[in-house]
């Protein structure tokens, strides 16, 4: 990279729509932004959200992929009282629980 190039990572709180898993509008939202970056002249950007199906690109393949999956093994927590792909609240987990996922965060 260059002296003045942009360098972002971003956190996505939502899945995003690939390998058959169904996204809410802000995982499309943050894939388009993650791809309208990386096409910019002198800006890289990084990407991880949260998925229990999707699974890491094969940089092996195609070595331009920069983003990853934090796999979770229960639907995303969401904080909506209704939602077409998630039934996993926030406010329905325990401290012992809560506490589990963020030490998973860090």
């Keep these: 990279m260059a002296p003045n190039d942009l360098l972002i990572f971003q956190i996505g709180t939502n899945n995003w729509q690939r390998q ?6 802000s995982g ?10 990386n096409s910019m002249e002198g800006v ?4 991880i959200y949260p998925s229990k199906l999707q699974t890491d690109p094969d940089t092996t393949e195609d070595p331009t992929q920069s983003f990853k999956i934090f796999k979770i093994s229960h639907d995303i927590p969401i904080c909506e009282s209704v939602s ?4 996993y609240r926030w406010h329905s987990m ?4 809560y506490d589990a996922y963020l030490h998973r965060l860090q």
């Design 28 to 37: 499309i939202l943050h894939a388009s932004f993650h791809q309208t970056m």
């Design 20 to 25: 058959g898993e169904f996204a809410p509008g």
């Design 44 to 47: 890289k950007t990084y990407s």
């Design 94 to 97: 325990d401290d012992k629980e």
């Design 84 to 87: 077409p792909n998630s039934s």
